[in-house]
């Protein structure tokens, strides 16, 4: 590197007359430094500006940056040693008398930065802008701001923050690329992927689109495509996301934990992001996280404190859901065959046993509870009945025939769910228009689990096909306002014959379980229909509106 060459005399004026005018650089925060050296609760920070030359020979000056450590007070030219023991690439030459340095030079193989002095001795150096004495008699306190120079020069036009090698590697954020995506959802010509970091594990599914969509568009996509994932929200904000990896292991977030979004590495709007072509979407718990930076801030007269956090957990492309879950099997107002009470309210009400499922419809006027339900029903049908232990459900019992009762099994119990949803048992309080269901776990389905203070606790869906209850045979006709047909003979041994319908429409014949036994279309004019290869009993005859009871010989 070339250097200029002058007389002792004519350098030190000129080097005089530039430390007078030259402008200083500003004090460089601690915690903008990345290199520490040395030990103890003092820290001061050190800067070093060479000059340089370009490729056309004019001059520029690079500074490198370095923190140290220390207790108490300590002298300057301990400040250097310091600096120079830990880090092999700055080489220190002082004076016999270690009052001032001859010359610095860096050089670090693996980097390729090569700083060079002029070898003319011309160092000097400010504490906290001011110029200082003699470096073995200058102290150096906590929170000082040393600045060295070579040849006068106290700005650096570039700035090197060095980082200390023998930090560990920072984490890097974890990223999937588009080519590794298994499971696609929807369709277009723009391409985001979406991943979801919890605590443990990280999935990524595909999504495309066209024109404009936000990160809510692809979350409501994706959980109408794969059953698996599924979100919940409150307000406006994102509250968990759930993957059901199989039966009993949901992936949801920990508890007192949040969710942090990031579009391309950079924390985003979340649900309201507006989403590109080729973005990488990330939600992630931070407990999976990694905290890279912290800063404080003032709000209501408090001080807190926010991470920034990267999420380095390899992520794992969604596989194509083999099948669709199971969903909770439901029964129409419009299909119940037998009603009981009286009111403009109506609810319907199934009970699940293990291998059937019966329904039947409840009207009232006023506030009535499922207990209230429960014994009207048992009141009205003698088949139906149910027992009590204390306040709580014991069982339900329907006779189908003599002999025959479904009742719960053995060391099983009742779940009830009001629209779908656990409720408060023979306590709940009913609406209109509410489907209330009793089921017994064992002809459920397990979706989910959680343990709770040592105990396992499972959620059930019960997607069996729900069949209306047959009126008892102490009723005869159901709905008789809108009977508008006749049957006869009934009772009928084989052949009988319904007529009065106006227009086309279809029967259905049902047992006094519930099940279709029969279903056939019938019109204006005589269908006859027979029935001698059906057992003996009460079988209901639905059609529209109308239900009539049928006596089989």
Request: net charge negative; charged share 15%; with cysteine.
């Amino acid at each position: 590197m070339v250097k200029k060459v002058l007389t002792l005399a004519f350098g030190l004026m000129l080097f005089i007359g530039a430390m007078a005018q030259t402008p200083k650089t500003a004090a460089i925060a601690a915690s903008d430094v990345r290199y520490w050296v040395g030990s103890g609760s003092n820290q001061a920070v050190v800067l070093i500006t060479w000059e340089e030359l370009d490729g056309d020979g004019d001059e520029y000056y690079i500074g490198a940056v370095w923190g140290v450590r220390f207790n108490g007070t300590i002298l300057c030219n301990s400040l250097m040693d310091t600096i120079s023991t830990y880090d092999a690439n700055l080489s220190i030459s002082m004076n016999s008398g270690r009052s001032f340095i001859n010359d610095m030079t860096y050089a670090n193989t693996e980097t390729g930065l090569e700083l060079n002095g002029s070898g003319m001795g011309w160092w000097m150096y400010t504490v906290n802008g001011d110029m200082a004495s003699a470096i073995n008699s200058q102290s150096i306190s906590d929170g000082d701001f040393v600045e060295w120079s070579d040849m006068g020069q106290f700005a650096a036009d570039t700035i090197i923050f060095l980082e200390d090698p023998n930090a560990p590697d920072q984490p890097v954020e974890a990223t999937i690329a588009a080519s590794d995506i298994f499971y696609w959802v929807g369709e277009g010509s723009n391409e985001v992927v979406m991943a979801v970091n919890w605590a443990d594990t990280a999935l990524a599914w595909g999504y495309k689109f066209n024109g404009t969509k936000t990160v809510s568009d692809m979350m409501t996509d994706i959980a109408a495509a794969d059953p698996r994932f599924s979100y919940t929200m409150d307000g406006a904000y994102l509250n968990d996301i759930l993957f059901v990896v199989a039966p009993g292991d949901t992936l949801r977030k920990q508890a007192y934990s949040y969710w942090e979004s990031k579009n391309n590495g950079i924390s985003d709007a979340g649900m309201a992001q507006t989403l590109n072509n080729g973005d990488f979407e990330k939600w992630a718990e931070p407990a999976a996280g990694v905290v890279v930076d912290s800063f404080s801030y003032e709000w209501g007269g408090e001080t807190y404190w926010s991470y920034i956090y990267v999420y380095p957990m390899a992520i794992n492309p969604v596989s194509v859901p083999a099948a669709p879950m199971p969903e909770e099997s439901t029964i129409s107002a419009s299909d119940i065959l037998y009603w009981v009470g009286e009111g403009s309210n109506e609810v319907v009400m199934a009970v699940n046993w293990a291998d059937t499922a019966l329904a039947w419809g409840y009207k009232f006027n006023g506030t009535k509870t499922v207990s209230d339900m429960m014994t009207d029903i048992a009141a009205a049908d003698p088949r139906f009945s149910y027992t009590m232990d204390g306040a709580y459900l014991n069982d339900i019992l329907f006779v189908v025939a003599p002999g025959d009762t479904l009742r719960k099994q053995a060391y099983s119990y009742w779940e009830s769910k009001n629209n779908g949803i656990s409720d408060a048992g023979m306590a709940q309080t009913l609406n209109n228009g509410d489907f209330e269901k009793w089921a017994e776990p064992a002809a459920g389905v397990i979706v989910d689990s959680m343990e709770y203070n040592g105990y396992w606790y499972y959620s059930y869906v019960y997607p069996m096909e729900i069949h209306p209850v047959g009126v008892p045979q102490t009723q005869g006709i159901v709905n008789t306002e809108n009977v508008s047909i006749n049957v006869y003979p009934n009772p009928v041994a084989d052949m009988v014959t319904i007529s009065g319908i106006e227009g086309n429409g279809r029967a259905v014949l049902y047992d006094m379980r519930g099940s279709i036994v029969a279903s056939f279309a019938v019109n204006g004019t005589e269908t006859r229909l027979d029935l001698g290869r059906l057992t003996a009993g009460i079988y209901m005859l639905r059609v529209d509106d109308s239900v009539v009871k049928i006596i089989k010989e």
